[in-house]
């Protein structure tokens, strides 16, 4: 048995919610959003359009990032930017992540790893890349032409999520 047309029968909204559902939709077709606030809330953020900027070149940073499998971990990132295309790019990012030692003795492990991402500069201004070989999607919004906001979430089984800042290299 199929779900069909015919199998479901939805009722229209009234009232609040309808006028709620109403103000989301009109906002995010607009790009529009609340405004942010830094990590205070007393100052909202904004956000260059990347489309805007030359985003080509290096970027570092460190980030926090929660994982299933080895818990809270600090990382320094390096991601090398190509020049967009069309709004497309290419990433190519190195990572030095610092995890909890098995036996907590001593210094923390370091591995590091490089990764190819493949990006576009989303309608809103943002930037989204995706990982090649994992199922990790990251988005990154420019507070300034050399600041870059970068969030990140991997799926599966071995889930992690983060938050990085990465300031341009050689400005």
């Known amino acids: 048995m199929g779900f069909g ?5 939805l009722r ?20 529009e959003s609340a405004p942010k606030s830094d990590a205070a809330g007393s100052s909202p953020l904004t956000y260059v359009d990347a489309g805007a900027i030359d985003i080509a070149g290096t970027w570092e940073g460190e980030a926090s990032i929660l ?7 600090r990382s320094f990132g390096r991601y090398e930017i190509t020049a967009p295309i069309d709004g497309v790019f290419t990433v190519r990012e190195t990572l030095n992540l610092e995890k909890p030692s098995e036996l907590e003795q001593g210094a923390p492990l370091a591995t590091t790893r490089q990764q190819d991402l493949i990006g576009v500069i989303s309608p809103d201004g943002s930037i989204r ?3 090649i070989t994992d199922e990790q999607f990251l988005q990154g919004w420019f507070t300034d032409k050399d600041t870059l906001q970068v969030v990140f979430t991997e799926t599966g089984a071995h889930a ?3 938050k990085r ?7």
């Open 12 to 31: 229209p909204m009234a009232g609040a919610a309808a006028a709620l559902c109403s103000a989301i939709a009109i906002a995010g077709c607009a790009g």
């Open 67 to 73: 994982t299933v499998d080895s818990g809270a971990m």
């Open 5 to 9: 047309a015919e199998m479901i029968r």
């Open 129 to 131: 890349m995706v990982k």
């Open 160 to 162: 992690a999520v983060g």
């Open 165 to 171: 800042t990465a300031s341009r290299v050689g400005s």
